[in-house]
């Protein structure tokens, strides 16, 4: 007889033996079973990270410091539970304090007279429980949620932990890391310019040769490194699109740089630059940094702002002093009259008009790439549908996506107007049966969006 709580994770291995069939392995396996496998691994990995979490929770309780050596870990040779776990699973020592952190999150407790009480985040024992959380998301979560408690209310923290669970479903461990900078910014905006005064204050760029090369390492607070980043990505986009344009990439003499190359050859040719070098000039026509911001809190001087293609949030101080920079823009749309929507007289999209969709969608809609590396593109095709060169019918993609868009059957859908509208992407019946939308650009990591 099975055990009801391991019934979960029994279910997703038989969704796994069902995908798989008959096949000797993997190689065997049909696209459409690769599919399903891989979904049905997933699944079953997130269901066994919420079984083990509980069962790292326990270890740690039963080897707890005042037990001294009676404790379990130390009884089994170990110097802590830590220790113990990464030896069974063969991971890191991080990995398994993670791993406990979530058990003892997601654990049920008792008050002082024995009476139950539910866990301390029960929408994360619950989603993991369901199989649409790993163990490692659900680790980002608890650490900013403990972070958090200490500043604001509980009501703020049930709020974020509901709000976090429900849009990290999907994601990966990449994209719920970006989630969650902006959620700790929406839960504290205050301590966003403590931590850049001490993201500041570890500034540093080392210099040393060694075996022939010049080796530079560069840490700088988010405000200061924006337009750094700004410029050499601008420089690896002009690079690319030149690329992209040459009549035959694989002649003997074509450009085969990797990214970390360009980015290097970046960096020596605009110090080069500044250094008075007469080299014609860089192609940093896209190196504008944009910081948006909301009235209301550059008004107040409270809150924080945001820099395009970054994912750290700045303090409304360094806003604006980046503002009084050149090279900066600070998002104020449809300012002075101008117009946004253009109709049918232009066929390309206005410099205002790309900022707003810059502010709209953060970068590509559909992987994220920064807006330094996205072209705005109609989804109604301005020559063969009549498309305006409106808001409502321009998006941000990169160059990959704009044609896995147009290739492999993905819709593109706006719900509401300007600025504020969200964009959906709509997968094609190959990719999901039942074509369900799933959220892009910066919505996907808004937290109160």
Partial sequence: ??????????????????????????????????????????????????????????????????????????????????????????????????LVKVGEATAPRANLLGEPLPPRYPEVQRAIGAGTLSAAAAALIVTLLDRARLKVGLERIIEAERLLVERTAGLSLDDVRKLVVRAEAWLDPDGVAPREDEARSRRSLTMFERDGSL?????????????????????????????????????????????????????????????????????????????????????????????????????????????????????????????????????????????????????CVMCGLPPSMTRAHHLRWWQRDTGPTDLDNGV???ESCHHRIHDNGWEIRIEGRGVTARVWLIPPPNVDRERRPRLGGRARYDIAA
């Fill in 215 to 363: 080796h530079l390492t560069l840490q700088t607070d988010i405000a200061s490194g924006a337009p750094v980043k700004a410029a050499i990505q601008a420089y690896v986009t002009a690079t690319f699109q030149a690329r992209s344009g040459a009549l035959d990439p694989e002649a003997p003499d074509a450009d085969r740089r990797t990214i970390a190359m360009l980015q290097a050859d970046a960096l020596a040719e605009i110090c080069a630059h500044a250094s008075g070098c007469d080299n014609g000039g860089l192609p940093l026509a896209g190196a504008t940094v944009v910081v948006r911001i909301g009235l209301d809190a550059l008004t107040a001087g409270t809150g924080f702002a945001e820099v395009d293609g970054l994912d750290q949030p700045i303090s409304v101080g360094a806003c604006r002093r980046m503002a009084a920079g050149g090279g900066i823009i600070p998002v104020v749309l449809g300012g002075g009259g101008e117009i946004l929507d253009w109709g049918r007289e232009k066929r390309l999209f206005t410099r205002a008009q790309r900022l707003a969709l810059v502010e709209r969608d953060r970068g």
């Fill in 1 to 98: 007889m099975s055990n009801p709580h391991l019934n979960p994770l029994l279910e997703a291995v038989e969704c796994l033996e069902d995908a798989w069939a008959d096949a000797a392995n993997a190689a065997d396996l049909t696209r459409e079973q690769l599919l399903e496998a891989h979904r049905a691994m997933g699944l079953v990995q997130r269901r066994l990270d919420g079984i083990h979490a509980e069962i790292a929770a326990s270890i740690a309780r039963e080897s707890r410091p005042e037990l001294g050596a009676a404790g379990l870990a130390k009884e089994q040779g170990f110097r802590n539970p830590a220790t113990m776990i990464a030896a069974t699973t063969g991971g890191s020592t991080g990995d398994a304090v993670r």
């Fill in 396 to 398: 941000l993609l990169c």
